[in-house]
């Protein structure tokens, strides 16, 4: 059974940094591209970053490069997402996801204020 587990949000304030994880389990993780989405209030999810199964190539949404970067460990079954230079538009629920699964987790809330 799949289940992706992601922890690490939080309140942060502008300008600060958060790292988020995800736990795989219930498949074979190193040999799945998995992905960092994320939903704003009122807004669509949205994809944020993608890393192939080796790790080897990433992608990011135009307007996030250079802030965040998308890396991981398979010996862990787990993906992370650095967040830098937060902003306020970054407040969402992230989700990581296994791109050619449609399986959600519970995700994990980043909210940025002061």
């Known amino acids: 059974q799949v289940q992706l587990v992601e922890f690490g949000g939080g309140l942060v304030q502008p300008g600060g940094s958060l790292r988020l994880s995800c736990v795989a389990s219930g498949f074979i993780f190193r040999i799945n591209d998995m992905g960092w989405y994320r939903q704003a209030p009122g807004k669509e999810r949205e994809l944020v970053a993608r890393i192939s199964g080796d790790g080897t190539t990433t992608n990011y949404a135009d307007s996030l490069k250079g802030r965040f970067t998308i890396s991981r460990d398979n010996a862990k079954n787990t993906v992370y997402l650095q967040m830098n230079s937060l902003k306020p538009e970054d407040t969402a629920v992230y989700y990581c996801?296994?791109?050619?699964?449609?399986?959600w987790g519970k995700g994990t809330l980043v909210t940025v204020s002061s």
């Open positions: 996801k296994r791109l050619n699964l449609n399986y």
